[in-house]
């Protein structure tokens, strides 16, 4: 059965979107967030992450609450829509990169740029 109550996306704010928010399957569990961000948003699609609690019931009723993450993705492709759904135990953690490390690649990009505009110029 891999059949899942339905959802509403509620975007007016961040605190919304996980008041309103829940995912329940009677023969695996639920899952309820307690963080959310949005990923991506355009007018054809919409990403959203969610960070929460995975409740195991009926066929899982042996296992124990888990920490979870929650990805869903929406796609518009002329007057299709699809659905993505992907749940991770423990969850994925989104790292962003540490500012020291943007300012090295930048400034290797810029050596490269150098590098090709003074090569060109001797050439």
């Known amino acids: 059965m ?9 975007l007016s704010s961040l605190a919304s979107l996980v008041a309103s ?9 639920k899952f309820v967030p307690t963080a959310a961000s949005i990923l991506s948003r355009s007018a054809t699609f919409l990403g ?3 960070l929460g609690d995975f ?4 066929d899982l009723a ?11 993705s929406l796609n518009q ?17 989104i790292t962003v990169p540490e500012p020291g490390t943007l300012f090295l690649l930048m400034t290797g990009s810029f050596g490269l740029l150098g590098f090709g505009l003074r090569r060109k110029a001797q050439a």
């Open 2 to 10: 891999t059949s899942f109550s339905g959802h509403v996306l509620d």
């Open 21 to 29: 928010f829940q995912l329940t399957n009677p023969t695996y569990g």
């Open 48 to 50: 959203i992450f969610f």
């Open 55 to 58: 409740t195991p019931e009926s």
């Open 62 to 72: 042996g296992f124990e609450l888990s920490p979870t993450s929650l990805r869903i």
């Open 77 to 93: 492709s002329g007057l299709s829509i699809s659905e993505a759904i992907t749940l991770n135990s423990p969850p994925i953690r």
